[in-house]
């Protein structure tokens, strides 16, 4: 088993809030913009966090999740995310301990702490200071002693509020035993904008998000000892192990089929490892554009369609008729169709009022509440994903609800609420999100699904 040297930091703090994502997605920019080639990554399942730190790198943002992938999953992924850079920057999820709240899992599973312990990194807890002064040298003592699998290698200060103030917290930490590495102040105008289900994609505010990430990267460049950070990175030990290898986890399928993958603004959550998975079972894969394609692209016989957020752009999504008229006749053909959340979304009757594809017998609207969380679940159904019985990990994340929540054969099932999901034909729509790297047969059964569609189906939506 061969070793790899890549230097890499994982970037936590003591809980939600605390400017974690501000402060990496700088740090890559800045590290970006001194001519090194980064490798950003993201405890945990979240789509968002990834867009603006692949957004600063100029490479895609990868999610390192063990709830999602496996344990023996993390290393090589990394290993696979980070290949021939220069240094890989780690944006932990929640406190640095908080792990997954299931009841099937040990306490901390899932957590940062985990993560930078698979691998082997050093931690740079960000800490927000703008309510603390001495006690910030209590609270980083605590992080640094509690777990000694974890080694915190630093601390930057953030929301700082004046001279007076950085000098008394670096003045506390001196005692703790953790170097500072930077201090950054309450800067109101780089926050990113929010709403329902968290930070706005990068992919939606375009020239916005650019600007604001180059404000971000400028501002980390003149309060964090970029010089010291690296050097903390270059600590970490070689990774036995190698890269993980999409090719090795599916079974390739002839015929080359093309498989259209929604993306734009409205369609942004993905994992990187989908299309990978896709293409190394052999398929074309192709990005198609909900509010702006007026038709699939040509030879389509598969779509795969996962998160986002359809109920922003519901109008614009219901005027493209064309499109909405091609999947449904996809789907009518025997077309591999797989949605997640604003896929089942956008499959349904009708979102929040607006038509949609009308594919699906369900009807989709905006609710309140926040449904969120891992999920343990089983195929209920013989799909285009997977066999009934199939056991695999995923997460929710919606505020929206569908009445009904399950067709009569339905997707899945993993608590007592009942089943969930709809699989009919060649169709299989969930609010459950899944990373298929976690499952990766389910990208050659999609593939060979969609190479027995005849090609003149494919050619159909010219």
């Excluded at 449904?328 to 009757?349: H, N, Q, T, V």
Aim: a neutral charge; proline letters at 7%; aromatic letters at 4%.
């Amino acid at each position: 088993m061969s070793a790899q040297r890549i230097p890499r930091i994982v970037v936590a703090a003591p809980s939600s809030n605390a400017g974690k994502t501000s402060i990496t997605t700088g740090l890559i920019a800045a590290l970006t913009a001194r001519g090194l080639t980064v490798s950003p990554h993201k405890v945990g399942p979240d789509y968002i966090d990834p867009g603006y730190h692949g957004l600063a790198a100029g490479r895609p943002g990868r999610n390192l999740d063990p709830w999602l992938v496996g344990d023996d999953r993390i290393t090589p992924l990394f290993l696979h995310g980070a290949r021939g850079t220069d240094v890989a920057v780690v944006e932990g999820v929640m406190g640095l301990f908080d792990g997954a709240a299931h009841a099937s899992v040990e306490p901390g599973y899932g957590s940062t702490a985990q993560v930078a312990a698979h691998l082997q990194a050093p931690v740079v807890l960000v800490v927000d200071a703008a309510s603390q002064a001495r006690s910030v040298a209590a609270l980083v003592h605590g992080f640094a002693t509690f777990d000694p699998t974890v080694r915190i290698g630093g601390v930057v200060l953030n929301r700082v509020g004046s001279d007076r103030h950085e000098a008394i917290l670096r003045e506390a930490l001196g005692a703790a035993g953790v170097p500072v590495l930077g201090a950054v102040r309450r800067i109101a105008e780089l926050q990113t904008p929010s709403r329902h289900l968290g930070l706005v994609p990068a992919a939606e505010r375009s020239a916005e998000a650019v600007r604001t990430v180059r404000a971000l990267g400028a501002v980390v460049e003149s309060s964090v000892d970029l010089d010291a950070v690296l050097r903390l990175a270059r600590t970490a030990p070689d990774l036995a192990g190698q890269p993980w290898d999409p090719a090795a986890e599916v079974t390739r399928v002839a015929g080359r089929p093309v498989v259209a993958v929604a993306g734009g603004p409205a369609f942004t959550f993905g994992y990187a490892e989908t299309a990978e998975l896709l293409t190394a079972a052999g398929a074309e894969v192709v990005t198609v554009d909900p509010l702006r394609d007026a038709a699939l692209p040509e030879g389509t016989r598969a779509l795969v369609v996962g998160g986002g957020f359809p109920e922003v752009h519901a109008p614009a999504l219901s005027a493209n008729v064309g499109l909405r008229t091609a999947i449904a006749d996809l789907a009518f053909r025997g077309g591999p169709i797989a949605a997640e959340c604003a896929g089942l979304l956008y499959l349904s009757e009708e979102l929040d009022g607006e038509p949609m594809c009308g594919v699906l017998p369900t009807t989709t609207a905006m609710h309140p509440r926040l449904t969120l969380g891992y999920r343990a679940a089983v195929a209920l159904t013989d799909s285009v994903l997977a066999p009934a019985g199939t056991r695999v990990r995923g997460h929710e994340f919606h505020r929206t609800t569908a009445a009904p929540a399950a067709g009569p054969t339905p997707a899945w099932q993993w608590n007592a609420d009942g089943p969930e999901g709809f699989a009919s034909g060649n169709v299989h729509a969930s609010y459950l999100h899944l990373n298929w790297a976690g499952s990766p047969g389910m990208a050659t059964r999609f593939v060979a699904a969609a190479a027995r569609l005849p090609q003149e189906v494919g050619r159909a939506h010219r």
